[in-house]
């Protein structure tokens, strides 16, 4: 397996239904070509979830996305393909906030997608740690304890980003295939999103609670979900967390805004204003 960190990736926050917003901002990524093809050859584009609900072409951006997918192995590339709250709620059977017509019939599509291992819950690139809302320290914390209990003669420093993803998305699958989808840690809703927890879970936390937890940033981590509200990425604690939902959708502003890890490892913000586009380094290797 080449090291992804060896790789190119792109970054994209929530695209909620506004597929001419995503490509345009893949497009200028150089994803995609003018028919709207894999065009960035091994090339890894990270989405973080939520590409369904609010605008208008929920159903389209979800299938796009899939079809993506397919042609970036075939170029030796890969689309990571991260579940967020508003998938997750489809799969809970809460359908007030949807505007997909068949929402049984999507629900099943999802469940069919996350048994194989194309949407998942989690990435990472082993530098960092990819989900759509952020991982709290609590939540962290008994992850690893899990962890441990299944594996006695480890100690944390044994858990790298690797075996911490991998088992949060076994943890999700299971939970998709059994149904349970309310009872682990990482489902929960925080007080602030109107939940009875008082810490979030990954689909759900907010960047404000994220970036004042005590040891969040232990863990480097890139996520979405809490609108910026501006044409930039929002980060913390010398860019160990880093937020990439600037707004897509059109009423939050129809941001594009995009983050780029280059293969040396250079971070940089790629974001439209006044009709053209910017680069601004964050980070140099």
Excluded at 14 to 35: P, Q, S
Excluded at 239 to 266: C, F, H, P, Q, W
Aim: aromatic share 8%; net charge negative; hydrophobic share 35%.
């Amino acid at each position: 397996m080449i090291d992804a960190r060896k790789k190119r990736r792109i970054v994209v926050g929530d695209v909620h239904g506004e597929l001419d917003i995503f490509r345009e901002i893949i497009r200028n990524a150089g994803l995609i070509d003018t028919k709207e093809r894999w065009a960035g050859g091994d090339n890894i584009l990270i989405q973080t979830g939520d590409v369904i609900d609010r605008g208008p072409r929920s159903v389209d951006s979800f299938d796009f996305l899939r079809q993506l997918q397919k042609e970036a192995i075939k170029a030796g590339g890969e689309v990571i393909r991260l579940c967020g709250n508003h998938e997750l709620m489809i799969l809970q059977g809460l359908f007030y906030f949807t505007n997909i017509v068949e929402p049984y019939e999507f629900a099943d599509v999802l469940r069919g997608e996350i048994s194989k291992g194309d949407v998942v819950a989690s990435y990472t690139d082993g530098e960092r740690l990819y989900t759509h809302a952020g991982l709290r320290s609590s939540i962290a914390e008994r992850l690893f304890d899990d962890i441990k209990s299944i594996n006695p003669n480890m100690n944390d420093e044994d858990i790298d980003l690797y075996l911490l993803s991998d088992y949060i998305n076994r943890i999700f699958r299971a939970s998709v295939e059994s149904g349970e989808l309310r009872q682990h840690p990482i489902f929960h809703i925080d007080w602030s999103r109107g939940g009875g927890d008082p810490v979030g879970g990954i689909f759900w936390c907010d960047f404000s609670s994220i970036s004042l937890s005590e040891k969040a940033c232990d863990i480097p981590q890139i996520f979405g979900h809490t609108p910026t509200g501006k044409n930039e990425l929002k980060t913390a604690h010398e860019l160990k967390l880093i937020n990439v939902d600037a707004g897509m959708y059109r009423l939050y502003g129809g941001r594009m805004v995009y983050l780029e890890i280059t293969s040396e490892g250079v971070l940089i913000q790629h974001s439209k204003k006044s009709g053209d586009w910017t680069m601004t380094v964050l980070k140099r290797k």
